[in-house]
């Protein structure tokens, strides 16, 4: 068993509803009991959806248990198929409903509908979400894709033979984190390049979509949390290649449009990758070059959520935002090695886990200056006092702004610049707050007047909780430092008079202190 | 269950109203949903769901939006080493248990909350519950109930954790003076409202249960009378009776008139006069018609259409109808305890279509096909049938807004007419 406070994915079979919801002319029939509609509020009030998801829920109840749930489920499945004539059929169990071993797939093969029926096997009690929806869309993909009609002449260079290059668009799906916004800003970028788009799926793909997906050059894969397994299974398929860069911050999308380019057979120099290039609308990197940011230097930030988002956001703050990223973590177990990996080069130690009471902690440990999170780290942030900006899923209602606000493209670089730096103090403020700690409208916890509603709550007092070792004077300075950095100048100071033996901490020590540690 | 398309079966309530039962696809939440505002109401309590990430994902997803301090309840996930006999469920309980109590001090009652993984599994929470009871007293007491869906429907979770409670509240002397019990989770301002409105009539001592914190739960003994102040209360109510408690029947105080209806039935189980109530009572009730008043003049005449969700829908219907004019189209239930309700059934006018349960698909057919001006339903469907231009309440608000008693009779109505109200303001 494990504590939960809050989960970072739900389970697998809601994966599959984002899947099946995603898509158009699906239907999901899953055994569940009814407690678990609940789901259909994720994309109906988070989402804002104006359709219910097409899943119609066995909800058998404890008295059913002794009598026939098959048959429940096969009379919820014929009864779904009538009322809503889908292309296609996707079946299967909540986590109660696997304990009761059903066979939803064997069931719903029985009634010998006359369209497919995709049997999903999501183990509830291993597997999540985003684990769900890859094999979701997967086990969809397997069922509908077909190669393409008459076969591709060797490729590429597709632009060579008189024709636009042809890729699909993979990973998008309901109720993802900006995806409906990233999806039109890298449609955009490919127009722009020139490369046509033959299927976007699973956001708004209807199996015969699906079946045209092996016509396509390569494949665009944007979120490997949801499309990588299904673009491996195309690769082996079709021959298709598949993108590898995920387009999120400056450098990314540069690559990403040279590896799109290369796929493409397009010349690196070629006008139209030129102009992409270009990004006539990038204001990220002057911005970022402009004096008022240089108090961003090396501010300390904490990095959580999922693989992808959590990778983009420590390249993005390290090279394109001078931040120093002093933590860096996923819930996405799944992409563990390469996590690793990829946090080496920023030189911390990578936390993988699902498990909130633990990021707590490591972000209560690290004191940064800002965190890129999901909606638990915003949690987190807030009790602690700390600025927050969510990058990743899990989300809530505010992640689907009215405006268009993707995380990828340059587009999406500049949507970054402004959602990251906004939270945090501006330069000048800071000093002021450093300069004249005594001004008894700075109380020792200030929050950056532009953020009204931001009330640290957590910020310890520098109480003297130990007399013989802080001397008054020392600690009244230590007092003066600002909120955000006072710990770590308590600890540092307080490590370094320990490893000298030094006591009470005076004035002088505090001052060694903060030479010694500034280098 | 009964899905074939012929015509659903019509029964008869006791009162000779038809009931329409439906037996198909509900959508509704589970009892584990009461967790998000029981576990505000007893301040130093836990609720602890032993279940699956599903479980903790619903309960996130209710409460997510509306908890802004660190929450009092928690999941542990049963995960596949426990279903493999890997791990023994209940040291692992023990474990977490202990971590959990280790982390919040504070806690005095731990409730250890059933779901359907863990019925199905046939996991003895309450052997659990009494191990740990023993371990951890006398600091915390462990309890358990079932919030589980294939067994609760929302609010009928509160119902379990509430009867839970019963058996360990303390015992009142035989011979005490009889007291009274108002049964259900109220907000505070409503509880001190009602108290202040008893003390007046001369009804003393009164006692509500929940109380706010877990030794400050009410006695109970043969001389206690209790009324329920919520409709989904028949566990809590049996298991009062099961110790001696007297019930005191009465309409729930939704309105002015429920609410006068309500105390009255109280105040005559007391002994007090009808005259002495109604001269004490009537500011307070023409206070309420008079913030009413408004709203009816917007709601009169209008069709409203109840989808199955808390179990407060017939005592709203009732509301809706007498109080504010509205006219009833269907009004759905996910059960219908006709013996609380009794006195309810009988205010409704005799047309009323009543149903008990949920076929939603063709609740669905029939709500299009009636096209009523104000929808009450659950969040899944709220955007969905505003999207096809009907007007709704999403009714979850009305188990967390204080809504009962005479000074938030102009609340409860306001939260009807404001849907209403908006569609006609917007211009886009
Ligand atoms: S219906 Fe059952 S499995 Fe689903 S959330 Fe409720 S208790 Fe958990």
Redesign the pocket.
């Given at each position: 068993m494990q504590l939960t406070l809050w989960t970072y994915e739900g389970p697998p079979h809601i994966g599959a509803m984002r899947i099946a919801t995603s898509l158009q002319n699906v239907h999901y029939v899953l055994h569940?009991?009814?407690?678990?509609t609940?789901a259909d509020l994720l994309f109906t009030m988070i989402e804002r959806r104006e359709a219910r998801p097409p899943v119609t829920y066995t909800t058998f109840q404890a008295r059913d248990l002794g009598a026939d749930t098959a048959a429940l489920f096969k009379n919820s499945v014929r009864d779904a198929y009538t009322r809503f004539k889908p292309d296609l059929m996707v079946v299967g169990a909540?986590?109660?409903a696997e304990l009761i071993q059903d066979d939803p797939g064997g069931l719903a093969h029985a009634l010998a509908l006359p369209i497919p029926v995709v049997p999903l096997e999501l183990p509830a009690y291993q597997k999540k979400e985003n684990w769900g929806a890859s094999e979701s869309f997967y086990q969809i993909v397997r069922a509908c894709a077909r190669p393409a009609a008459a076969a591709r002449p060797a490729r590429p260079p597709a632009s060579t033979e008189g024709r636009r290059p042809l890729c699909n668009i993979l990973g998008p799906t309901a109720l993802g984190f900006r995806h409906r916004d990233d999806l039109r800003e890298i449609k955009a970028l490919l127009g722009t390049l020139g490369i046509a788009i033959g299927v976007v799926a699973p956001l708004g793909a209807a199996p015969a979509d699906l079946a045209r997906l092996g016509e396509a050059d390569f494949n665009v894969v944007l979120y490997p949390e949801i499309a990588h397994l299904t673009a491996q299974w195309l690769q082996r398929q079709f021959g298709q290649p598949a993108t590898t860069t995920v387009p999120i911050g400056v450098g990314a999308t540069r690559r990403f449009i040279a590896e799109v380019a290369a796929l493409s057979g397009l010349a690196p120099d070629a006008p139209s990758v030129t102009a992409a290039l270009a990004g006539s609308t990038l204001r990220l990197p002057w911005y970022s070059r402009s004096v008022d940011s240089t108090y961003l230097t090396d501010k300390r930030v904490f990095i959580f959520g999922d693989a992808t988002h959590a990778l983009a956001a420590a390249r993005i703050a390290r090279d394109e935002l001078g931040l120093a990223v002093v933590g860096l973590g996923t819930y996405s177990r799944e992409f563990a090695r390469d996590f690793r990996a990829a946090a080496e080069t920023y030189g911390v130690k990578p936390l993988i886990t699902d498990d909130y009471l633990e990021v707590e902690r490591e972000i209560a440990a690290a004191e940064p200056a800002l965190v890129l999170g999901t909606q638990m780290e915003r949690h987190i942030a807030k009790r602690l006092g700390i600025p927050c900006a969510v990058i990743s899923a899990p989300i809530h209602v505010q992640d689907f702004p009215a405006h268009h606000a993707p995380y990828m493209g340059f587009e999406g670089a500049n949507a970054i610049f402004d959602a990251w730096i906004q939270p945090l103090m501006m330069g000048l403020e800071e000093h002021l707050l450093t300069m004249f700690r005594e001004d008894f409208e700075f109380h020792t916890a200030a929050p950056p007047s532009h953020l009204g509603r931001h009330v640290p709550q957590a910020s310890p007092p520098a109480a003297n909780t130990d007399p013989t070792r802080w001397a008054d004077e020392a600690l009244r300075e230590l007092a003066k430092i600002p909120f955000f950095v006072r710990g770590k100048a308590r600890r540092n100071t307080e490590k370094f008079a320990a490893e000298r033996g030094i006591s009470p901490i005076t004035l002088e020590t505090l001052y060694d202190a903060k030479a010694h540690f500034s280098h | 269950m009964n899905h074939s398309p012929a015509p659903p079966p019509i029964g008869l309530a006791p009162d000779a109203l038809p009931v329409l039962r439906e037996r198909g696809q509900r959508e509704v939440?589970?009892?584990?949903?009461s967790i998000v505002w029981l576990h505000r109401k007893i301040q130093d309590a836990f609720f602890l769901?032993v279940?699956?990430r599903?479980?903790a994902?619903?309960?996130q997803s209710a409460a997510g939006v509306m908890i802004f301090a660190e929450p009092r309840f928690a999941t542990a996930i049963i995960e596949e080493r426990d279903l493999a006999g890997l791990a023994d469920a209940n040291d692992e309980l023990d474990r977490i248990v202990t971590r959990l109590l280790e982390r919040r001090r504070d806690i005095r009652l731990l409730f250890l909350v059933?779901?359907?993984?863990s019925e199905v599994i046939k996991l003895d929470l309450g052997r659990a519950a009494a191990r740990l009871s023993a371990r951890f007293a006398p600091e915390v007491s462990v309890l358990h109930y079932s919030?589980?869906?294939?067994e609760t429907t929302f609010t009928e979770g509160e119902d379990a954790a509430l009867a839970a409670l019963v058996p360990v509240l303390p015992r009142e002397a035989d011979d005490a003076a009889p007291s009274l019990m108002v049964v259900g989770a109220l907000s505070e301002i409503v509880e001190d409202q009602l108290a202040r409105l008893f003390a007046e009539i001369g009804i003393a001592p009164v006692h509500f249960m929940p109380a706010r914190r877990a030794r400050e739960m009410p006695p109970l003994g043969s001389k206690t009378r209790f009324i329920l102040a919520q409709p989904f209360l028949a566990e809590t109510a049996r298991g009062l009776m099961a110790r001696g408690a007297q019930p005191i029947a009465a309409p729930f105080p939704l309105g002015a008139e429920g609410t006068s209806l309500w105390l009255g039935a109280a105040a005559a189980a007391f002994g007090i006069a009808p005259a002495a109530l109604s001269a004490r009572l009537g500011a307070s009730e023409a206070r309420a018609r008079a913030a009413m008043a408004p709203h009816r003049a917007i709601l009169a005449g209008k069709h409203v259409f109840f989808f199955p969700d808390s179990q407060l829908e017939v005592p709203l219907a009732r509301f809706l109808a007498r109080e504010l004019g509205m006219e009833l189209i269907e009004v759905a239930t996910p059960y219908l305890h006709r013996q609380h309700l009794a006195a309810e059934l009988a205010l409704l006018p005799p047309d009323v279509m009543l149903v008990e349960g949920q076929d939603v698909e063709r609740q669905l057919d029939r709500c299009r096909a009636a096209k009523p001006d104000l929808v009450v339903c659950g969040l899944g469907l709220a955007n969905p049938l505003e999207a096809e231009q009907l007007t709704t309440k999403w009714s979850i608000e009305l188990l967390f807004t204080p809504i009962q008693g005479y000074d938030q009779a102009g609340d409860l109505a306001e939260l009807f007419a404001r849907p209403l109200r908006r569609r006609a303001r917007l211009r886009i």
């Open positions: 569940s009991p009814q407690g678990d609940y909540s986590c109660t | 939440f589970c009892g584990l949903t769901v279940g699956s599903t479980c994902h619903l309960l059933g779901s359907c993984p919030g589980s869906g294939i």
